[in-house]
Every structure is written in structure tokens, then in C-alpha cells.
């Protein structure tokens, strides 16, 4: 047996997947079976996630390191840098980079784009929430924004239920505009208050630090969902998230930011349900047609794990993807 000095680790090929690449091998269907089997894995405690570590730069943004891994899975890390400037530079707000590692040597095993998976993952997490929660006769919903995270909404929705209508609403109407024609079944409104009195789900995706509807819109057994981060407050009424039942991926999420939600400060974590407790039968979810069931996100490594493990292993499967040397 050789001595530990001399081993080298030499040169070994580590998979690439590009922001498109990881958009090819990441199917929304098999995304929210694997978003809902590891929120059980969360709650049964077979997953490691840890809270997220925030690096800022004053005046620019943030950046925030979350790793995961679930045994039968890689190790993911997944850095995600929130800059709001970026827009005017013609560059998303949100950028990430995800590592995964093998969990036998801990050798990398694939370098991947995380500005999608983050889209994506977070809307999933969010949808599967109206699937678990919201009634099953739901036929209207609404989006309110119209970035990233609206774009993916109205992406999913039509997954979950057999919908008649997606409203779309926006800070910019030309923006809800855009987005509607992304859907047949997509419409802007710049009437917002109308939009969420008629909505059987209500889904905010907003970067609002102040909130983009007023409670009393919300109807009896409507479903509302809120993935905005924007601290210390933000897009959800904090009497919407206290006066109904609310649910959340972990109870992290009564934490102080940047690792739990600014509308859920002062809460105390036994007023949450986690999805995952839904999910193996041990809470129950939506307990009548009149109750109103809140959601409210925080964003969790495990969702990205799982979303770069599907990517992964799909690409692997069918030999897709570039090579680096490390």
C-alpha cells in the first residue's frame, strides 16, 4: 500500500452540463414526483441539509452556499449569487453554479449551471404545494409576477390541474403581457384585486419587499403559495400567513433570513406544517373546501439536489453532456 504523499489524484474527467443541457435532461413531470419523494426523505431525516451560509457585498448582492445529499444520490453544492444590478447588465438576478461529488470517494463527478435549476426547482416545490393542498376543482389561478419564477409557474400549473384559466399579473403589464403568450391558457390582467378574488390558487413569484396583495382578496378554499425572498419583509401579508394554516418545506424556515422567511418573523415554528409530514400521511393537509392553505417557501438544498441528480443521471444515461479535465 502506497503512503498517503505518494498519491496524487492525476487527471480525472468531470461531466459539464450547460444552463441548456441541464434544461434538456430535466423533465417537469419526473421533477415534482422526485421534489415530493424528497420532502418525505426531509422529514423521515434521510437527508442532510444543513442551513445556508450568506457572504454579502455591500451595495451589490449575495451569495449563499447550500449543500445537500441524500444516501443513493451525489453530494450537491450548490452556490447562488442574488445580484438585483445584474438586470441592467442584461444578466439574470439569480446565478448559480451546482458541484456534485460522488459520495463513495468524494471525487467530483459533475460540474452543472444552477440558474435554471434554481427557476425551476423553487416553482416546482411551489406547484406541488397547490397539488398536495389546493382542491381538487380548482380551475383558476393566478401568477402574480412575471420574471423567472411567473414564467415557470405557468410552466407547471397546468401539470397539477385541469385549469380553465391562468391569470398573470405583473408590476409591468407589457411584462404580463409577454408571459401570457407562453400559455393558451394564460391571460394578463392589470387587475390584480379581481384576479385573486375569482383564483382558486394564487401563486405570488414576486421580488417585492413590501406585499403585492391585501388578505381580505383571498377567497374561502383557495390555495396561495409564496416563493418572493426580499428581507426583513416581503410579498406575503404576515395576517395571511398567521390567520390560516401555513405550510413549509422545513420548520427552518421560522429561523432568522437569510436561512428561514422574513413574513414568517415572529412565528412560532408549531404554527407549521412541513410538506413532507403532508406528504408521508403524518399531518393532514387541506381539512375542508373553505379553508384558505398557505405556502410559503424558503428555498432548500434538498430541492436542488434532487433536481441536479435527475439532470444528472439522465445525461449520463444517454451519454449527453461535455467533459473537463480536474
Given at each position: ?81 442574488v445580484f438585483d444590478g445584474n438586470l441592467k447588465s442584461d444578466l439574470p438576478n439569480h446565478l448559480a453554479l451546482i458541484n456534485l461529488f460522488d459520495p463513495e470517494t468524494g471525487a467530483a463527478s459533475c460540474v452543472m449551471d444552477g440558474t435554471y435549476i434554481t427557476g425551476i426547482r423553487t416553482a416546482a416545490s411551489a406547484v406541488l404545494s397547490a397539488r398536495m393542498l389546493s382542491r381538487s376543482e380548482a380551475r383558476i389561478a393566478t401568477v402574480i409576477g412575471a420574471g423567472v419564477q411567473g414564467r415557470e409557474h405557468v410552466k407547471f400549473l397546468p401539470l397539477i390541474r385541469n385549469l380553465d384559466r391562468i ?160
Amino acid at each position: 500500500m502506497k503512503a498517503a504523499f505518494e498519491i496524487k489524484k492525476g487527471p480525472r474527467k468531470v461531466m459539464i452540463l450547460s444552463e441548456s443541457e441541464v434544461e434538456k435532461y430535466l423533465d417537469p413531470k419526473e421533477l415534482l414526483a422526485g421534489l415530493e419523494d424528497g420532502f418525505r426523505g426531509l422529514e423521515l431525516g434521510e437527508v442532510q441539509c444543513p442551513p445556508r451560509p450568506r457572504l454579502s457585498v455591500p451595495g451589490k448582492g449575495f451569495s449563499l452556499a447550500m449543500p445537500a445529499w441524500r444516501p443513493g444520490m451525489q453530494l450537491t453544492v450548490k452556490v447562488v449569487n442574488v445580484f438585483d444590478g445584474n438586470l441592467k447588465s442584461d444578466l439574470p438576478n439569480h446565478l448559480a453554479l451546482i458541484n456534485l461529488f460522488d459520495p463513495e470517494t468524494g471525487a467530483a463527478s459533475c460540474v452543472m449551471d444552477g440558474t435554471y435549476i434554481t427557476g425551476i426547482r423553487t416553482a416546482a416545490s411551489a406547484v406541488l404545494s397547490a397539488r398536495m393542498l389546493s382542491r381538487s376543482e380548482a380551475r383558476i389561478a393566478t401568477v402574480i409576477g412575471a420574471g423567472v419564477q411567473g414564467r415557470e409557474h405557468v410552466k407547471f400549473l397546468p401539470l397539477i390541474r385541469n385549469l380553465d384559466r391562468i391569470n398573470v399579473c405583473s408590476l409591468r403589464f407589457e411584462d404580463a403581457q409577454k408571459l401570457a403568450t407562453q400559455n393558451e391558457i394564460a391571460c394578463a390582467t392589470a387587475d390584480v384585486e379581481t384576479a385573486v378574488r375569482e383564483s382558486d390558487i394564487l401563486c405570488l413569484a414576486t421580488h417585492s419587499p413590501t406585499p403585492v396583495i391585501r388578505s381580505e382578496w383571498v377567497k374561502l378554499g383557495a390555495h396561495v403559495s409564496s416563493v418572493g425572498y426580499y428581507p426583513p419583509h416581503g410579498e406575503l401579508p404576515r395576517d395571511l400567513a398567521s390567520e390560516h394554516r401555513l405550510f413549509v418545506e422545513t420548520l427552518d424556515a421560522f429561523q432568522p433570513v437569510p436561512v428561514g422567511c422574513g413574513e414568517l418573523a415572529g412565528l412560532h415554528s408549531s404554527t407549521g406544517t412541513t410538506l413532507g409530514a403532508v406528504a408521508l400521511g403524518r399531518r393532514p393537509g387541506r381539512l375542508s373546501d373553505e379553508e384558505i392553505t398557505v405556502y410559503k417557501a424558503m428555498g432548500v438544498a434538498m430541492e436542488d439536489m434532487v433536481a441536479a441528480n435527475l439532470a444528472y443521471q439522465k445525461a449520463k444515461r444517454e451519454g449527453g453532456g461535455g467533459a473537463m479535465c480536474w
